[in-house]
């Protein structure tokens, strides 16, 4: 074969080969971010409170039983689209549920609980973001769920939906309840 014929057939591998890569990158999901963490201890925090009545958060009060750790914020669209699935999962699917409220005014934070309900057993609050730099938050809302160990064993970036619930996350944490 000659360089002649060979360049004529460069294209169609040049072709070929992005086929291959795309085709490759098409079936992952780019709504799953991975994260370093998982499988991880939560990393060490301790926050203040958000309300009066309702504890913060520290890296203590992981392990012993499963929880969501829910991130979210009152300036944030999706989180706001999600509330009433954290909610329903905290009520009717009794799995106790930690708010991070993350770089939020207090004020607008417990403004937006009074008008939308609060479904969080604990509810720290991150104003300057450094507990979301340590989890590796990428934007609100984000969702971890940790294990008894106190281990992060899965992450959701972007809104809870109930299917994604349904389907993903309360298998999950019926499997982690039963180890």
């Not at 992981?62 to 914020?73: I, P, R, S, T, Y």
């Not at 770089?103 to 609060?118: C, F, M, P, S, T």
Request: charged fraction near 25%; proline fraction near 9%.
């Amino acid at each position: 074969m000659s360089i002649r014929h060979a360049l004529y057939l460069l294209p169609l591998l040049i072709f070929l080969g992005l086929s291959v890569y795309f085709a490759i990158g098409l079936q992952k999901d780019p709504r799953e971010i991975p994260s370093a963490l998982i499988d991880k201890p939560v990393p060490q925090f301790d926050l203040p409170p958000l309300l009066a009545d309702v504890p913060g958060i520290a890296t203590a009060d992981f392990g012993g039983e499963v929880v969501v750790l829910n991130v979210f914020a009152s300036w944030c669209i999706p989180c706001r689209a999600e509330h009433p699935v954290i909610t329903r999962m905290a009520e009717e699917e009794a799995i106790p549920v930690y708010g991070l409220n993350w770089k939020d005014e207090k004020e607008d934070a417990i403004a937006w609980l009074a008008e939308l309900g609060n479904p969080y057993a604990r509810i720290g609050h991150d104003l300057d973001g450094r507990v979301g730099i340590d989890l590796g938050v990428y934007g609100v809302p984000e969702t971890y769920i940790i294990d008894k160990k106190g281990r992060i064993r899965f992450k959701q970036v972007g809104p809870l939906f109930p299917d994604l619930v349904r389907e993903k996350i309360l298998p999950l944490i019926r499997e982690l309840q039963a180890e």
